[in-house]
Nanobody, 126 residues
Protein backbone atom coordinates (compact mmCIF):
# COMPACT_ATOMS: atom_id res chain seq x y z
CA UNK A 1 0.00 0.00 0.00
CA UNK A 2 1.26 3.43 -0.93
CA UNK A 3 -0.05 6.40 1.00
CA UNK A 4 0.32 10.06 0.09
CA UNK A 5 -0.76 12.73 2.55
CA UNK A 6 -1.37 16.32 1.54
CA UNK A 7 -3.13 19.47 2.63
CA UNK A 8 -0.87 20.78 5.36
CA UNK A 9 0.11 24.39 5.67
CA UNK A 10 0.24 27.46 7.84
CA UNK A 11 -2.98 28.63 9.48
CA UNK A 12 -3.89 30.99 12.28
CA UNK A 13 -5.37 29.75 15.52
CA UNK A 14 -9.07 29.19 15.11
CA UNK A 15 -8.70 28.36 11.44
CA UNK A 16 -9.35 25.15 9.53
CA UNK A 17 -7.48 22.76 7.28
CA UNK A 18 -8.43 19.55 5.54
CA UNK A 19 -5.82 16.87 5.09
CA UNK A 20 -6.11 14.16 2.47
CA UNK A 21 -4.44 10.79 2.20
CA UNK A 22 -4.54 9.04 -1.16
CA UNK A 23 -4.06 5.28 -1.09
CA UNK A 24 -3.12 2.80 -3.77
CA UNK A 25 -1.98 -0.79 -4.05
CA UNK A 26 -4.56 -2.61 -1.99
CA UNK A 27 -8.30 -2.68 -1.51
CA UNK A 28 -8.75 0.56 0.37
CA UNK A 29 -12.22 -0.35 1.55
CA UNK A 30 -10.78 -3.19 3.66
CA UNK A 31 -8.18 -1.07 5.46
CA UNK A 32 -8.49 0.59 8.83
CA UNK A 33 -7.03 4.05 8.38
CA UNK A 34 -5.43 6.26 11.00
CA UNK A 35 -4.00 9.72 11.44
CA UNK A 36 -1.04 10.35 13.69
CA UNK A 37 1.03 13.42 14.41
CA UNK A 38 4.46 14.19 15.72
CA UNK A 39 5.50 17.56 17.08
CA UNK A 40 9.17 18.56 17.35
CA UNK A 41 10.81 16.81 20.28
CA UNK A 42 7.74 14.71 21.02
CA UNK A 43 6.70 11.16 20.32
CA UNK A 44 4.22 10.27 17.63
CA UNK A 45 0.67 10.37 18.93
CA UNK A 46 -2.67 9.09 17.78
CA UNK A 47 -5.10 11.63 16.34
CA UNK A 48 -7.99 9.79 14.69
CA UNK A 49 -8.92 6.58 12.95
CA UNK A 50 -11.73 5.05 10.95
CA UNK A 51 -12.18 1.35 10.52
CA UNK A 52 -13.37 -0.29 7.37
CA UNK A 53 -15.94 -2.67 8.84
CA UNK A 54 -18.49 -0.15 10.06
CA UNK A 55 -16.86 3.26 9.52
CA UNK A 56 -16.49 3.49 13.27
CA UNK A 57 -14.47 6.56 14.22
CA UNK A 58 -12.00 7.03 17.04
CA UNK A 59 -10.44 10.28 18.24
CA UNK A 60 -7.84 11.44 20.68
CA UNK A 61 -9.38 13.42 23.52
CA UNK A 62 -7.33 16.46 22.51
CA UNK A 63 -9.04 16.72 19.12
CA UNK A 64 -12.51 15.38 19.85
CA UNK A 65 -15.15 17.84 18.75
CA UNK A 66 -12.71 19.75 16.53
CA UNK A 67 -11.41 17.12 14.09
CA UNK A 68 -13.40 14.75 11.89
CA UNK A 69 -12.03 11.88 9.88
CA UNK A 70 -13.84 10.37 6.93
CA UNK A 71 -13.14 8.19 3.94
CA UNK A 72 -14.25 7.96 0.34
CA UNK A 73 -13.76 4.37 -0.76
CA UNK A 74 -14.62 5.21 -4.36
CA UNK A 75 -11.68 7.64 -4.43
CA UNK A 76 -9.37 5.59 -2.20
CA UNK A 77 -8.94 8.65 -0.05
CA UNK A 78 -8.91 9.38 3.67
CA UNK A 79 -9.65 12.84 5.04
CA UNK A 80 -9.05 14.75 8.23
CA UNK A 81 -11.08 17.91 8.65
CA UNK A 82 -9.47 20.06 11.31
CA UNK A 83 -11.45 22.98 12.73
CA UNK A 84 -10.72 25.47 15.48
CA UNK A 85 -7.02 24.73 15.24
CA UNK A 86 -4.77 25.55 18.17
CA UNK A 87 -1.02 26.17 18.33
CA UNK A 88 -0.71 22.84 20.13
CA UNK A 89 -1.90 21.11 16.95
CA UNK A 90 1.32 22.08 15.19
CA UNK A 91 2.97 18.87 14.01
CA UNK A 92 3.75 16.65 11.08
CA UNK A 93 0.61 14.66 10.34
CA UNK A 94 0.87 11.20 8.82
CA UNK A 95 -1.68 8.71 7.61
CA UNK A 96 -1.39 4.99 8.17
CA UNK A 97 -3.16 1.84 7.07
CA UNK A 98 -3.83 -1.26 9.14
CA UNK A 99 -4.78 -4.70 7.91
CA UNK A 100 -5.57 -6.40 11.20
CA UNK A 101 -9.04 -7.40 12.25
CA UNK A 102 -10.84 -4.11 12.97
CA UNK A 103 -11.17 -4.29 16.72
CA UNK A 104 -10.70 -1.21 18.82
CA UNK A 105 -7.83 -2.40 20.98
CA UNK A 106 -5.03 -1.64 18.52
CA UNK A 107 -6.44 1.30 16.58
CA UNK A 108 -4.64 3.93 18.68
CA UNK A 109 -1.27 2.13 18.61
CA UNK A 110 1.16 3.32 15.90
CA UNK A 111 3.11 0.06 15.80
CA UNK A 112 -0.06 -1.84 14.93
CA UNK A 113 -0.31 -0.17 11.53
CA UNK A 114 1.29 -1.82 8.53
CA UNK A 115 1.76 1.02 6.08
CA UNK A 116 2.66 4.68 6.48
CA UNK A 117 2.66 7.68 4.23
CA UNK A 118 5.04 10.58 4.40
CA UNK A 119 3.89 13.36 6.63
CA UNK A 120 2.44 16.76 5.88
CA UNK A 121 3.32 19.71 8.08
CA UNK A 122 0.61 21.65 9.85
CA UNK A 123 1.67 24.88 11.54
CA UNK A 124 -0.80 26.84 13.65
CA UNK A 125 0.22 30.35 14.60
CA UNK A 126 -1.14 32.15 17.65
Amino acid sequence: VQLQASGGGLVQAGGSLRLSCAASGRTFSRLTMGWFRQAPGKEREFVAAIRWSDNGRFYADSVKGRFTTSRDNAKNTLYLQMNNLEPGDTAVYSCAAGTKSPIASWIRVPSAYDYWGQGTLVTVSS
